[in-house]
């Protein structure tokens, strides 16, 4: 059974950095592209950033110079670094794990990230 748990959100002031880190377990971590997405309230889920199996990365307009994900395929784990946050970045974080060739999605319980003064 695929397993995602998120941990790292948080309150952080604008201008601040995080670290969320989504551990994988049950599966084959290497067969799996990774992304994180966000879902602020009353708003739809949105893809913040995706790294290939093989390391390849793409990031939303948001994202792109603040944030960076990263994955580590021995600690089974993907990463998502991002600094220079400002309070539209305040969401919900979900990690996403999808399966090579059949697409299946897997998604983690969600971190929340509050970014105010």
């Known amino acids: 059974q695929v397993q995602l748990v998120e941990s790292g959100g948080g309150l952080v002031q604008p201008g601040g950095s995080l670290r969320l880190s989504c551990a994988v377990s049950g599966t084959i971590f290497s067969a799996y592209h990774m992304g994180w997405y966000r879902q602020a309230p009353g708003k739809e889920r949105e893809l913040v950033a995706r790294?290939?199996?093989?390391?390849?990365?793409i990031y939303s307009d948001s994202a792109k110079g603040r944030f960076t994900i990263s994955r580590d395929n021995v600690k089974k784990t993907a990463d998502l670094q991002m600094n220079s946050l400002k309070p539209e970045d305040t969401a919900v974080y979900y990690c996403n794990a999808r399966r090579m060739y059949t697409e299946t999605d897997y998604w983690g319980q969600g971190t929340q990230v509050t970014v105010s003064s």
């Open positions: 790294i290939s199996n093989g390391g390849s990365a």
